[in-house]
């Protein structure tokens, strides 16, 4: 299926959306049937149309189909179904629509049907796709909720969301009472919010008999999740036949030389069909981009053009879009590569896929809470990775080439890819757990327990920023911190900037920082003109402000231009993404939004004067306290405050560019890699983090040198002792900002 751009339509829209994707010519096929012979549609009371039989006919053509009267007697009987089954059997678009007929059947006295997806691209692709098998409309029947987008309405009957939309939706109705049938899927991805949501929802099922629990999952993971739910009806569709996997083990070191073979000796074979190849990380569908548009950059006539597709999945930017338009509109033969890395079998949704070819490892983010700090490790992907890029495959024709050995896969692949929750920060989930701890819903069984230390330093991160009272429940900053769908660290820097008066400026900075890079990746030849256009968006004050300026031209750019192709165009001219700036502006109005909901002061925007300046540093401060490095040597070698990690300035920093090193910084990212860049820096100094940093926090730092000159700046900033009568203001929660930012 291919993705497009879609705005939720309004009543006023076609009364069917199609996905070009999708051939709708074919409704003069079978005539027009009598008014008096045609079946209406029991989801809008509307004449089924012809479009719908044919999408039906391709329906019970799919693996799963076999089973739906099985599974509609289990869902009647039983309050939880396991539906077990191959990529690409029909479970995630199937499923949904069966519990939606259930939903109907019972007329929706108990609520619809919501469907998760790990990722927001099948989300909306699913939800397209759903909406024309049932012959309904997009963003009305059927829509779809993914972080800053919603597409549905109150008439929704079947929505699509991002497993991370469900677990908010629970703050504000913890037993989701607005739903008779929950489907989680995509579950093999193990996210922290699928794992939080199969651990609560052992307790909102208690609380509601009437609801109703499908997990879809790969075989893989069936036995885990049975053990988890007990003894529950389990439907499993059958395997579909097994496709050609050939295994060529090599030095790993070597691996991108034999990708660029392969794909060579395929597209020269005469073989027909797109390749997939697996690599491990970013870094290296960047190598291999290049190398394989110079190989493969001359195309002859017998074996047509090579058109190579970079895809990055930790951008979720796109899906890999279907070749039939292309096929359609280009007369010369095309055979397309798409180069990407984990976890982007979940963004392949072609059916011209013949070959894959798959590495084997991939570069995991491994967060480290004893120094706050993540590291990207390379390691085996796991066998339910290695099977599910299998499935890819559009036919038992296609062949899988698999870049190691038969015993390495057996050995050295664990059998289920790592619980996230096991290996990243968990300061957002705990604070999301205190919340809804409020509701009742305080006991989660995960199904893999996250490392006590990790816990630990997520209860003492919340605890330094305030988020928690003296008993170890959520403050009244903490209930606000928790409404916004931020890193707890930014919002406490925007509930900051209510004191400060400049949270306008500080809602564009989380915008910009939360949204993916604004700056486009640098084609080859053109690194000299990007700067140069970039350095016109460089402010003096550091990286933070920088993003202002850009956000700030690119709305002026957006009011300005006729059309959306004319801000596209002022984009591409100075390397700016405008699918991520665009994203910023939508994630801004919600935050913004949020602001005004819950009656946060909201100051005019006085962007440029010196007070704003420091107003801004301040509020970053209050919430990235914990996040502050020291240029040790004065040659740009920035030791963290809080362990021993030595970093750089990253090259497209705007001190970089302008050649300055401050030797204050507070960073927004620090990851432990080859090269130990931290991003998006702004100055700042030590009299401002003694102000603003708790003492209990400063107190337990490691001795270093940097804290004696934190300890200076704090004698020479030594309060007078308070005469009598007068109060001191509580260190974690200010006087002044607590009455400002309380809740309404």
Known sequence: MEEEELECPDSSSERRYFPESLDSSDGEEEGLLACEDLELNPFDGLPYSSRYYKLLREREALPIWTEKYSFMENLLQSQVVIVSGDAKCGKSSQVPQWCAEYCLSVHYQHGGVVCTQAHKQPAVQLALRVADEMDVNIGHEVGYVIPFENCCTSETILRYCTDDMLQREMMSSPFLASYGVIVLDDIQERSIATDVLLGLLKGVLLARPELKLVINTPPLLLSKLSAHYGDVPLVEVPSRR???????????????????????????????????????????????????????????????????????????????????????????????????????????????????????????????????????????????????????????????????????????????????????????????????????????????????????????????????????????????????????????????????????????????????????????????????????????????????????????????SASEHCVEKWCHERFLNCAALRMAGAIRAELVDIVRRIELPYAEPAFGSQENTLNIKKALLSGFFMQIARDVDGSGNYLMLTHKQVAQLHPLSSYSLSRKTPEWVLFHKFSICENNYIRITSETSPELFVQLAPQYYFSNLPPSESKDILQQAMDRLAPVPATKGEQTPCEKCPETTEQRCALQ
């Open 242 to 560: 097994p496709v050609e996997v050939v295994h060529l083990s090599g030095a790993p070191e070597a691996a991108l030389e034999s990708v660029l073979r392969l794909i060579l000796e395929i597209h020269h074979s005469g073989e027909k069909g797109d390749i997939v190849v697996f690599l491990a990380c970013e870094q290296d569908i960047e190598k291999a981009y290049e190398t394989v548009c110079r190989e493969g950059c001359h195309p002859d006539a017998d074996h047509g053009e090579l058109v190579v597709v970079p895809l990055y999945p930790r951008e979720k930017c796109a899906l890999f879009k279907p070749n039939d338009e292309t096929e359609r509109s280009c007369p010369a033969p095309q055979r397309r590569v798409v180069l990407t890395a984990s976890p982007g079998e979940a963004l392949i949704g072609s059916s011209s896929v013949r070959f894959v070819i798959d590495v084997g490892v991939e570069r995991r983010k491994v967060y480290n809470p004893r120094i706050r700090a993540s590291s990207w490790v390379r390691q085996p992907i796991s066998q339910s990775q290695a099977e599910a890029r299998k499935q890819i495959l559009s036919s038992s024709s296609g062949k899988l080439f698999c870049l190691y050995s038969e015993e390495f896969a057996s050995k050295d692949m664990r059998p289920l890819k790592p619980a996230e929750v096991q290996a990243a920060n968990l300061t957002s989930m705990v604070l999301f757990m205190k919340r809804i701890a409020i509701a009742g819903l305080g006991h989660c069984d995960l199904l893999n327990r996250p490392a006590p230390e990790s816990l630990m330093q997520a209860l003492e991160d919340l605890d330094y920023l305030a988020a928690l009272d003296n008993d170890g429940n959520l403050s009244e900053f903490g209930i606000i911190m928790s409404e916004f769908p931020l890193d707890p660290q930014l919002s406490k820097s925007i509930l900051a900037s209510c004191e400060f008066d400049c949270v306008d400026e500080m809602l564009t900075i989380a915008a910009m920082v939360t949204a993916p890079s604004c700056f486009s990746h640098l084609p080859r030849g053109a690194e000299e003109a990007a700067l140069t256009c970039w350095k016109t968006f460089l402010h003096p004050e550091g990286d933070h402000f920088t993003l202002i300026n850009v956000y700030k031209a690119y709305q002026d750019a957006a009011l300005s």
